[in-house]
């Protein structure tokens, strides 16, 4: 097979340029992939292309844009993980090229595009990545299978992936939206996973314990089991236990007489007879009082209970829901929580994942709220850059969703004019290193956040000195009661810090 000579230094940077352009200005993002094919088949002279995208929510391997590959050819294009050469370059992350496919097992002609019986085909198939993780294959049929070649099909890929990311998220949000409840977006398996609970325990009568970092949804889940359930038609009753002063979280609850207490001028109904027939959810559920935890208890077992200052017994029929950012069974062993409440509430427990541990979903959240808010402003919804989805991706989100929304707004605002949210109008939070973000993310006021640095400076200067307090307080610059005063208020320990000298055999240190 004769090679033919491959571009010039210079058309290879045309290629590439107007490459670049096409993505940054699609908004079809569908023949944006289809033309990217088109200039790499001028460029290069190849003969067939395929972009193939994983399926977030099957796994599969699908063909979802073409050159030279019909319609009906293209949908016989699917592949799973380690199947053929497309299947091992996704599952493996490694580009792989074949000088004549007629020979090859591993090529399947899947399509039945290639006629193998007269065409002496070259395939190179590569990987397009994203942060890391690869998001579906870029391969041609070519006569030119050299290295040199397969890294212009890399370069290529690179500049197709938010693309080809965002077109693949599209998809999967029109394919599982049957499935997910409404409201949520996202379709990572941690997600999934989600759903599935949500379908399985709606429509029965247990109780649910939402688990979850706040800002995970906790509440969304909550109206998602009542919306699915029988008691749809019910009232959905919700009260936030940390937002009310212990003084009133019984009257919310359960509900006051006339003249029971100081400024209780007439009878009122509390949340558990609001919600009859229907559901009650209690959000952070670990902060109510341990008075009133006994008293939440009597009603979940018996379905009674009295208002504030009066002696009726009422009887309600309500389905429970509750949730809690905290860690109840350490609150059960500190004594802060009663045990029989927690096996009570905890029949069915769903966690609901912090949005770190599902990054796949940052895109999908992201086209979600942009559209929102440009429909709140009647204007069309912005873009993203690929250096700003690569920060809001690589962003750790110890506010999850909630954060995401917020920061994403604020972008909004900064913008005026113009549609492509950059870099430039985030947070430089997010530009920070991952210690520098989690320094910055610590819980608590200013005092204590300068407590924390004060303290890591300290145990600095004694690793620095090998325990030795004089030479921690020059570094320092501070006198030796001053120093041995934070030493207790931190509980540091100069002995430490010369027993781990005495342990490192490049340690002078006597």
């Known amino acids: 097979m004769s090679e033919k000579p491959f571009p010039k230094a210079e058309d290879r940077l045309k290629m590439l340029h107007e490459l670049a352009e096409l993505m940054h200005s699609f908004d079809d993002i569908a023949r944006a992939l289809d033309l990217a094919l088109e200039l790499m088949a001028k460029h290069l002279a190849i003969r067939r292309g395929s972009i193939t995208l994983i399926s977030p929510e099957s796994g599969e391997i699908r063909t979802e844009a073409s050159y030279g590959i019909t319609a009906s050819e293209r949908k016989l294009g699917t ?18 090229a074949v000088s004549n496919v007629r020979s090859d097992p591993r090529f399947l002609n899947r399509t039945g595009a290639r006629d193998l019986s007269r065409e002496a085909i070259g395939f190179c198939c590569v990987p397009i990545m994203l942060n890391g993780q690869v998001v579906g294959a870029l391969s041609v049929d070519s006569e030119d299978t050299r290295p040199v070649f397969i890294q212009m099909l890399e370069i290529a890929a690179s500049l197709l992936a938010h693309a080809a990311m965002e077109w693949q998220s599209r998809m999967d949000s029109h394919r599982s939206a049957s499935k997910r ?75 006051h007489e006339k003249g029971a207490f100081t400024g209780a001028q007439s009878q009122r109904k509390g949340r558990f007879e609001l919600a009859h027939t229907g559901t009650l959810f209690l959000d952070e559920i670990g902060e109510l009082p341990l008075t009133t935890q006994a008293k939440l208890l009597r009603v979940l077992q018996e379905k009674q209970f009295e208002r504030v200052g009066g002696s009726q017994t009422l009887s309600v029929d309500v389905r429970f829901i509750t949730a809690t950012h905290r860690d109840l069974l350490q609150m059960v062993a500190e004594g802060s929580f009663r045990q029989d409440l927690f096996y009570r509430i905890n029949v069915f427990p769903i966690f609901l994942p912090p949005l770190r541990k599902r990054s796949e979903d940052i895109l999908p959240l992201c086209q979600h709220f942009l559209k929102k808010f440009a429909h709140e402003n009647g204007t069309s919804p912005p873009r993203i850059s690929s250096k700003a989805m690569d920060l809001l991706q690589r962003y750790a989100w110890p506010g999850n969703v909630r954060e995401l929304e917020n920061v994403l707004l604020r972008a909004v605002l900064l913008l005026g004019q113009e549609k492509l949210i950059t870099q430039d109008h985030l947070p430089t939070l997010l530009s920070q290193s991952p210690e520098e973000q ?12 300068l407590a924390q640095l004060e303290k890591a400076a300290m145990i600095q200067a004694l690793e620095q000195s090998r325990g030795r307090i004089r030479t921690a307080c020059t570094l320092l610059g501070l006198t030796p009661r001053i120093f041995a005063y934070k030493m207790r208020k931190y509980q540091l320990n100069y002995q430490d810090f010369r027993h781990k000298a005495a342990l490192d055999p490049t340690s002078s240190a006597s």
């Not at 314990?209 to 919306?227: M, W």
């Open 79 to 96: 592949y799973q993980r380690g199947e053929g050469i497309t299947g091992r370059v996704v599952e493996s992350g490694t580009s792989m």
């Open 181 to 255: 409840p409404e409201g949520f977006i996202g379709q990572s398996s941690e997600m999934e996973n989600v759903y599935q609970l949500i379908h399985q325990v709606a429509d029965s009568s247990a109780t649910v314990l939402l688990q979850g970092e706040s800002g995970t949804g906790k509440e969304l889940c909550a109206r998602a089991l009542h919306t699915h359930s029988a008691r749809a038609k019910g009232p959905f009753i919700s009260l936030n236990c940390a937002a009310l002063p212990e003084q009133l979280i019984e009257s919310e609850l359960f509900g």
């Open 438 to 449: 989690a320094l910055t993310n610590q819980g608590g006021d200013l005092p204590s956040r």
